[in-house]
């Protein structure tokens, strides 16, 4: 296990906290710190991309403990390399990620065991296997401060592994990734639409509704709705399938949009 990096410059405040630097089909990046401990989930932009998005958030890329990565996909993998090799980052992934050959050489890397908890300085993190069209798609549940967060896109539906793994949360980024009439009438291509309606696809909104139902949010304190497509979803629909399990209630919900994402949050 590669040694704990110190981190210089500022730091988020104590405590489980969490930002995205962009969520869709164009790049995804998450930040996950306990206040010591910084790490990014997936790296979907390029290199300069990626240190200018997290400059928006006051963070160098030496600040970061590790990269972890979800899947071998371009939209999550395709800084992971460079930004690794520049900045002599470790890389955490699962076997089928890595055989993938789309990282190339990078400084350090930790083959993960779905399922197996493993630790980052103060964060607990459990990778949880996901139904997705790639080699061996993971996800991943965070624990620090007797808090919990999970980061969960990119799945075609929501099993009861899943169910089990990300019950309890007290936030969550939670795939919404399309709407079933505007995928339908889009202008993707009919094998496209196959697979991104699959059930090895990605969530729907009513899936995404029904798996946040199962779930339960009596503990939830944020639902950050990611992944969104540009093209089969729009905010406004999200929101339609989500609000009323909420009780008309918005106030819970973020979403993370491709250009922006989200500010830092704490969990309380």
């Known amino acids: 296990m590669p040694a704990q990096r110190a981190l210089p410059g500022p730091r988020p405040e104590p405590g489980l ?3 995205s630097l962009g969520s869709g089909s164009k790049g995804n990046a998450t930040l996950v ?14 290199v ?4 200018k998005r997290l400059a928006r958030f006051g963070v160098h ?3 970061l403990a590790a990269i972890l990565v979800t899947h071998e996909h371009s939209d999550h993998i395709t800084g992971v390399g460079a930004l690794a090799r520049r900045h002599q980052l470790p890389v955490y992934l699962s076997a089928g990620s890595w055989l993938s050959g789309k990282l190339g050489d990078v400084p350090c890397h930790q083959l993960l065991v779905p399922q197996a908890r493993f630790a980052i300085g103060g964060l607990e993190i459990d990778p949880v296997t996901v139904p997705h069209d790639a080699r061996e798609p993971i996800q991943f549940c965070f624990r620090a401060h007797g808090r919990r967060l999970g980061v969960l896109t990119d799945l075609g539906h929501p099993t009861s592994h899943v169910v089990d793994a990300f019950s309890g949360c007290d936030a969550l980024f939670l795939e919404c990734n399309h709407d079933p009439r505007m995928l339908a009438e889009g202008p993707y291509p ?6 991104v309606a699959g059930r090895w696809g990605h969530l729907a909104n009513a899936q995404a509704s029904d798996l946040l139902r199962r779930l339960g949010l009596d503990r939830l304190q944020r639902i950050v709705c990611s992944h969104l497509s540009a093209q ?4 406004e ?22 250009d922006r994402g989200i500010d830092w949050q704490q969990v309380a």
């Open 17 to 19: 906290s969490f930002a």
């Open 33 to 46: 710190s306990d206040g010591e401990t910084l790490v990014l989930v997936d790296c979907g932009f390029g």
């Open 48 to 51: 300069r991309e990626a240190e």
């Open 61 to 63: 890329p030496r600040q």
């Open 190 to 195: 009919p094998h496209l639409k196959r697979r």
């Open 232 to 235: 089969n979803n729009h905010p």
């Open 237 to 258: 629909r999200v929101l339609e399938a989500l609000v009323p399990l909420l009780d008309g209630d918005e106030s819970r919900l973020l979403v993370s949009t491709q």
